[in-house]
Structure formats: C-alpha cells, structure tokens
C-alpha cells in the first residue's frame, strides 16, 4: 500500500530558485493540502483542495502555488526561494468531511540558503 | 495567532506516571482529532471526537471533546517509553483542518 508518496525526502535551494515538491496518493481520496511544519509552530496550512480543479489558501499561502489537475497528483510549486520557506513540508490526502482522518506522506526536508 | 493552543509544549516524565495535554481554542469545531508523530514520519490519526462531551478510549489514552466543542484534552494512564512523540490536536473548521503547535512528550525509563 503506497499512500502518500511525496518525493523528493531532503532538498537543498538556494535563495531565488524555483522547485516543486511532488505529492501523490492512490486511495482516490478529493481532499489534498500541504503543510509546513516549524519547531514550535506544530502543521501550518499552506493549500488544500477539495477535488481537481478545485484549490484554496490555507493559514500561510504566500510564496507557494498549487494545482490540482487530477485525482491522484496535489504538486507545490516554490516560484522564488526563501530562507524562511526553509521547513519540513507535509502532504496529506482524505475524504471530504469533517470529521475523516488525514493521511500524511513522510515529508520533505527542504533547506534554502 | 494560534487558533488552538496547546499545553504543555514540553513534557518529560518517568515511566509509569499519569499524564493531560490540553488544546484550547476560542472557536468552536465541528470536529477533533488528535494525531502521534514520531521523528521522520507523518502524523497518524489516534482519534476523532465529534460529539460536545464525548470521551473516546484507546488502551491507556482517554480523549475527550469538550461540552461546547471549543477544546479537548488527551490524558495518558502509566506512561511507558514507547508513548514518547509528538502529539498534535487538529480541528476541522470550513472545509480546513487546522493543527495546534503540538506537545513533545518524553517518557523516560
């Protein structure tokens, strides 16, 4: 059973490059988002989606793009890197109600410099 | 501004004491889960109380939702080492699911 697959584990940018951080689940789940998690800050939600085509802001938005063109894929798109994007990014799939669980990827460690 | 806030940040005890972690909020959920993760990992769900007042068990954790549904608290009965971790509380608001900053707990032998 794959999950959540989110690749790459550990990236290293330096200030101003551009990546995408892949997310993608196989349990046909509608609800996608993205996390970052800082010491002390617990998960702060960057976006989330409810079904493709569909994708919203979350608590920390800025600096990151998203789409969500099928089911399976919810990619993160850092368009200029900052230090302070510097954080262990979470990916998490679910069912659309309130009261589901989410199911988290591994993370990926990523470092800007 | 943390919508939920939870208590204590830190907690390191010995092996067979008792232990409550808190998530307070001003806002009330229509949900509440409560999640573990260990270092490397994602958070996995250990439950979701729905109900204002409801109390769910899970061997040695009893998790309850408060009456008004704006905070719950996770208490532990004889701590063992395996316990150690992150434990996270989420509440599902407008579609979202947001996390408190989690409460680090060490169980020592």
């Known amino acids: 059973n794959a999950g959540v697959t989110q690749t790459p584990k550990f990236q290293v940018l330096k200030t101003g490059q551009s990546m995408t951080l892949q997310c993608a689940q196989d349990?046909?789940?509608?609800?996608m988002s993205w996390y970052r998690q800082d010491p002390g800050m617990g998960l702060r939600l960057i976006h989330y989606?409810?079904?493709?085509?569909?994708?919203d802001q979350g608590e920390v938005p800025n600096g990151y793009n998203v789409s969500r063109s099928t089911t399976e894929d919810f990619p993160l798109r850092l368009l200029s890197a900052a230090p302070s994007q510097t954080s262990v990014y979470f990916c998490?799939?679910?069912?659309?109600?309130?009261?589901?669980?989410?199911?988290f990827g591994n993370g990926t460690r990523l470092t800007v410099t | 501004t943390q919508l939920l806030e939870q208590s204590p940040q830190f907690l390191s005890i010995q092996e067979g004491e008792n232990l409550t972690v808190y998530c307070n909020s001003s806002s009330v959920f229509s949900s509440l889960q409560w999640y573990r993760q260990e270092p490397g990992e994602g958070p996995v769900l250990l439950v979701t109380v729905v109900t204002g007042g409801e109390v769910k068990k899970l061997k040695r954790l009893t998790f309850q939702f408060g009456d008004a549904r704006k905070d719950s608290s996770l208490h532990i009965t004889a701590a063992q080492p395996g316990d150690t971790g992150l434990y996270l509380c989420?509440?599902?608001?407008?579609?979202?699911?947001?996390f408190g900053q989690g409460t680090e707990l060490s169980v020592k032998p």
């Open positions: 998490a799939s679910g069912q659309v109600s309130y009261n589901s669980p989410l199911h």
């Open positions: 349990m046909n789940h509608e609800y």
């Open positions: 989606s409810v079904g493709a085509g569909i994708t």
């Open positions: 989420a509440g599902a608001q407008g579609g979202k699911l947001i």
